[in-house]
Nanobody
């Protein structure tokens, strides 16, 4: 089992920045590739960004490319999502997720929500216009 706890959400004005954190505990976090997903009211959960187990690869949804950066610190079992130039459309609950490294490791498979094994409880991000 891997337990994931997100933090860092909040209310920010359009154009502002937030940094989300996801603390992992349980099985060795470095065995897992990590992703961020989000779900806006009335919409399906969607892929935002993912990184491979040692942070060598970052994959992003087109909607956040160039504005969001995913990173990880395996020594602290923590994954981060730096979000800049935020827009009202970024308003959503943001979820951290973990997938065993051999299950999903390509730019295509890392975006597949159904492959992820463990999920956090989510953190709310609200961007006001």
């Amino acid at each position: 089992q891997v337990q994931l706890v997100e933090s860092g959400g909040g209310l920010v004005q359009a154009g502002g920045s937030l940094r989300l954190s996801c603390a992992a505990s349980g099985r060795t976090a470095s065995n897992y590739n990590m992703g961020w997903f989000r779900q806006a009211p009335g919409k399906e959960r969607e892929f935002v960004a993912a990184t491979t187990r040692y942070g060598a690869t970052g994959v992003y949804a087109d909607s956040v490319k160039g504005r969001f950066t995913i990173s990880r610190d395996n020594a602290k079992n923590t994954v981060f999502l730096e979000m800049n130039s935020l827009k009202p459309d970024d308003t959503a609950v943001y979820y951290c997720a973990a997938v065993f490294a051999t299950k999903a490791s390509t730019s295509i498979t890392l975006g597949k929500i159904g492959l992820y094994d463990y999920w956090g409880q989510g953190t709310q991000v609200t961007v006001s216009s």
